[in-house]
């Protein structure tokens, strides 16, 4: 079995794993190893924005699932997780939302040190390249994480902006300022009107330097432990030859909300109980581990759109190759065009839904394409869920998929916070200029009309935003999985840095805090040595 030695061991490619090594690497005297079980993103599928669903259940997907969820008639939901370089920034779609000052004084209040709204802001603006406000108190310039306004956005997206205003939603030129209610147009990452992902704006540059090795292709069995610390990872080739690779500083999990617990549960670290069920020797009895797990919840409603003013003919050959020569046109789409955040109720502190807006028929999560014609669609997303669940092993086989159950829509104030947000919707599709181009309503239909009908839909519909947090939290507490500064409790030269670690899930979409999180973990380890 080979083994070689680096500086430090980053399990995963993802969205906070390229910021590490990006970061890591800008020493020269600094080795760093990527393991990442994907392979390269070649893909047009990735490079192209509004082709991300196209991933979906294919190799650049780990696909799992959540389930069988009890509050919502026992179905299991769909979890796509990305598989290649940059991970889920390689499918998901580039929305820039870092959330409000509020998420982050919440960690900081929870036992989560240096993680305010103050301590996080140098980072987000450090990673930025905001193409818009440039370098402000509050945005970045010159940072790896391009930042842009979308290039072709749809006619009927300025409609629903229009309409939204119209049912009372005041506009919003910047939902990532520290004001963040309001409806606007959905900020991306792309370059050029192509998708930019953490690998394209962290990895791709450090793959240039004689100090760091990317390694694609290498599941990741476990973490090997001398003396209480972390020091070796194991690894198998996509030949199936067993690896080893040393950490003589650190190794650092990158592998996401369901990747990292399921690896330090398949090392030894993590309730103790579950792991003698299943054989594996304790290491660390860490209750933690796996638990906390959250995601945003969310429902779509679909209408017809009686003008050509949507992506239904965004496939002709005509468009890919305007996008290919200019990097414009309907591909160009993140489909998520417009967003609004949105208080369900008076009273509340900060949005509690986000709403989302797409000029296409997008119905379980792509899969179903309807009948082609001109369509689009209305999603609100619970942004601010009180459920919690679960992530345990099946089994010690590292190539089993673990057991997610979320609770989705288990709590009251979820669920009613949902059936008022539907109500908005559909006030939102029949407010100008929005109305003037709405047909019948495909999803879910006139027949549903009171709250009961509402809820019911709710249960049969609500899928999950692709925003899995928390199963590796941080805090101050001796139950939480990582200490403030990411270390593992129990062990020595282990962290966890992705989005796994959040206490409470942000309000807004994941991929930014994440990104963040690296760069601020890039600085921690740093720190230490």
């Known amino acids: ?54 991933q979906f259940k294919t190799k650049l997907d780990w696909d799992f699932s959540t389930g069988p969820e009890p509050h919502l008639d026992d179905r299991e939901l769909f979890v796509p ?5 940059g991970g889920s920034s390689s499918m998901n779609a580039m929305m820039f939302v870092r959330g409000r000052p509020l998420d982050y004084e919440g960690w900081r209040e929870a036992g989560c040190e240096g993680w305010g709204w103050e301590d996080v802001l140098p980072y987000f603006r450090r990673m930025e390249n905001d193409e818009r406000h440039g370098a402000t108190e509050v945005h970045g310039d010159g940072g790896p994480v391009n930042v842009a306004q979308q290039v072709s956005p749809r006619p009927v997206t300025k409609r629903f902006l229009e309409a939204a205003q119209a049912a009372g939603i005041p ?11 309001g409806v606007g147009m959905t ?7 192509k998708r930019w992902s953490a690998a394209d704006a962290y ?29 070796t990872v194991r690894w198998r080739d996509k030949r199936g030859r067993e690896q080893v690779a040393r950490a003589s500083g650190e190794v650092i999990l990158s592998a996401g909300a369901i990747g990292s617990p399921q690896l330090l549960m398949l090392s030894g670290i993590g309730p103790a109980d579950h792991l ?4 594996i020797d304790t290491v660390a009895d860490s209750p933690g581990v796996g638990d906390n797990l959250q995601d945003h919840p969310f429902f779509l409603t679909c209408f017809r759109c009686t003008e ?116 908005l919707l559909r006030e939102i599709s029949r407010s100008e200029p929005l109305s003037q181009v709405r047909g019948d309503e495909l999803i879910p239909g006139d ?82 040595f």
């Open 203 to 231: 990895l791709r540059p450090a793959i240039k330097r004689p100090n760091v090795t990317v390694q694609p292709n290498a599941e990741v069995l476990g973490i090997g432990m001398e003396d209480g610390r972390a020091a």
């Open 1 to 54: 079995m080979a083994e070689e030695t680096f500086d430090y061991v980053i399990v995963g490619a993802g969205s906070a794993g390229c910021a590490v090594a990006g970061r890591l690497s800008e020493d020269p005297a600094i080795s760093v190893l990527v393991l990442e079980a994907g392979g390269k993103d070649r893909s047009l599928n990735i490079k192209i924005p509004a082709a991300f669903s196209k």
């Open 187 to 193: 900020p991306v990452t792309q370059k050029g009107g």
């Open 276 to 279: 003698a069920e299943l054989g």
């Open 447 to 528: 027949e549903v009309r009171s709250d009961a009908d509402i809820e019911g839909f709710l249960r049969r519909e609500t899928e999950l935003l692709y925003h899995p947090v928390g199963t590796c939290r941080m805090g101050s507490d001796p139950d939480s999985v990582v200490d403030p500064q990411l270390r593992v409790r129990g062990v020595e030269g282990l962290r966890v840095a992705d989005a796994s670690v959040m206490p409470v899930i942000t309000g807004g979409n994941t991929n930014a805090p994440t990104i963040m999180i690296g760069e601020k973990a890039a600085d921690l380890i740093r720190a230490a």
């Open 171 to 181: 506009f919003n030129d910047d939902i990532n300022s520290p004001e963040q209610d």
């Open 81 to 85: 997780r990305g598989k290649s370089l």
């Open 308 to 423: 050509n003013e949507d992506l239904a003919d965004a496939e002709k050959p005509r468009y890919l190759l305007e996008f290919l020569l200019r990097g414009s046109g309907p591909m160009t789409s993140n489909i998520g065009e417009a967003m609004a955040f949105i208080r369900s109720r008076p009273g509340l502190p900060a949005a509690d839904v986000q709403l989302l807006f797409g000029p296409v028929y997008y119905h379980d999560h792509g899969f179903d394409e309807g009948d082609g014609g001109h369509a689009f669609s209305l999603a609100a997303a619970l942004i601010s869920p009180r459920s919690r669940g679960r992530l345990r092993l099946r089994s010690a086989d590292p190539s089993a998929k673990p057991h997610l159950v979320g609770n989705h829509l288990g709590e009251p104030e979820d669920m009613a916070a949902l059936v008022n947000a539907f109500k």
